[in-house]
């Protein structure tokens, strides 16, 4: 990742939250008054991340970092189709366990993987144009705006893909509120946090980048080597 130092951790990150997340929601809570996937609790950290690539690195890394991410979520999901397909040893008795965990259903892996891309990029357009109008100024309120849009586009995406016509309709909805108001607020708690972090990035890279000239084409694959802008 040529003349960044620290744009690694953060492209390992990112992607380590998405693996974990997409496992993790196979789980449906209930907190309180809420029902929430598993994947809710640690997948907020994805749009922090988000919000920090695109802040200090800006929208052609970004684009970069999402399709990284979008590439690997599809070899798991792959992979545990794969392995839940294969046949089990004939002393292990796991095997269904293993499949009603692991082997994600095509249209929950299609749902996964559709509204991963589509919020990430929402997001990190909203968070770049929003820079380029506030003149880098005000950042809690670019971390937060894209967030809103990114999450709504996420789980909207995903939960219609994945359980529409399969989940009651008022289970659908309480799950679709429930996580965007607890996946917002985890931005909103964290804003503090960003700051800092934001701030140490921009420093150790010496770096501060505007995306007034940007091609946003999400779809743009020519520049996915990395290079420094």
Do not use: C
Request: avoid cysteine; glycine fraction near 8%; charge should be neutral.
């Amino acid at each position: 990742m040529s003349g960044y130092k620290h744009l690694g951790l953060l492209t390992a990150s990112l992607v380590a939250v998405l693996l974990i997340s997409n496992v993790a929601s196979t789980k449906i809570l209930q907190v309180g008054v809420f029902a929430l996937d598993g994947g809710t609790f640690l997948f907020p950290l994805a749009y922090i991340f988000g919000d920090v690539l695109t802040e200090v690195y800006g929208y052609k890394a970004s684009r970069r970092v999402i399709y990284i991410g979008f590439l690997w979520l599809a070899i798991a999901a792959l992979t545990f189709q794969i392995l839940v397909a294969l046949p089990p040893a004939p002393d292990w008795e796991l095997q269904e366990a293993f499949a009603a965990i692991l082997g994600l259903t095509p249209r929950i892996m299609l749902g996964s993987l559709a509204g991963y891309w589509a919020g990430e990029f929402a997001n990190s357009y909203t968070l770049a144009k929003m820079k380029v109008a506030t003149r880098g100024r005000w950042l809690w309120t670019r971390t937060i705006g894209s967030t809103l849009v990114g999450q709504a586009v996420d789980t909207t995406v995903f939960l219609l893909i994945a359980f529409w016509g399969v989940l009651p309709n008022d289970l659908l909805l309480l799950i679709a509120v429930s996580n965007y108001i607890f996946k917002v607020g985890i931005e909103v708690v964290f804003t503090p946090v960003t700051y800092q972090v934001v701030a140490w990035f921009k420093r150790e890279e010496q770096i501060e980048i505007f995306d007034t000239d940007t091609d946003f084409n999400p779809f743009r694959l020519s520049d996915i080597a990395y290079k420094r802008d």
